[in-house]
């Protein structure tokens, strides 16, 4: 057997295939469940009085929200956010689109430079980041981030959504939307996700239809 062969000592220790969910323990079960269902568009795949699994792919469950009755929103050090990838910008625009129906909007949208993302919080103030790759390949973001550019400003430009929904739907090129514009140099205490807004609970995230 080939592991068998492998040294404990001297090799790395073998990477996982992929990050297989998340769990999350909350004083609000319904509102969290409500939202990740939304904002997913995932469904649930087995609940209890403690516990509920989300899936929304070939996975079991992505997502699971444990009840924990006593618990507050979450503050201080921990778990920064999660992030999930889509396939274009397209598909980050339409799930933007589709979530800000459900009451669901973005606390700060930024081009990485290796990522254009948009950050929400779901209902206890944890962050989620939705984003889709600026490079077509790893090999072109590895070397992006060893670039001036990035070593300037390694946090990003932020942008207006709705700007970005408008040059999506004027036919503009999706690689020239992705393209970071170059700021000059950046710190952390400029970004505005570092004070969000408080978290907002609500049981249900239907579409509003206006
Ligand atoms: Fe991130």
Redesign the pocket.
């Known amino acids: 057997m080939a592991n068998e062969q492998r040294n404990i000592l001297t090799e790395k220790v073998i990477s996982p295939l992929t990050i297989a969910h998340v769990v999350l323990k909350t004083g609000k079960p319904k509102p969290m469940v409500a939202y990740y269902k939304a904002f997913l568009g995932a469904h649930i795949q087995y609940e209890n009085e403690t516990i509920c699994f989300l899936a929304y792919d070939e996975e079991h469950h992505r997502i699971a929200i444990i009840n924990f009755p006593t618990l507050g929103p979450k503050q201080g050090a921990g778990l920064d956010?999660v992030?999930f990838t889509f396939d274009s910008l397209q598909d980050l625009v339409l799930a933007y689109k589709q979530r800000k129906t459900r009451g669901i909007v973005p606390i700060w949208c930024v081009n990485h430079g290796i990522t254009t993302?948009m950050y929400y919080q779901d209902p206890d103030g944890n962050k989620i980041?939705t984003?889709v790759q600026n490079f077509d390949t790893v090999e072109e973001a590895n070397a992006y981030m060893t670039s001036t550019d990035f070593t300037e400003n390694p946090i990003g430009v932020d942008f207006d959504p709705e700007e970005l929904v408008k040059r999506l739907e004027s036919g503009e090129d999706e690689r020239d939307i992705k393209k970071k514009p170059n700021i000059g140099p950046r710190s952390i205490e400029s970004v505005k996700s570092r004070v969000v807004p408080p978290p907002f609970a609500k049981d249900s995230y239907e579409p509003i239809y206006l």
């Open positions: 956010h992030a993302s980041e984003q």
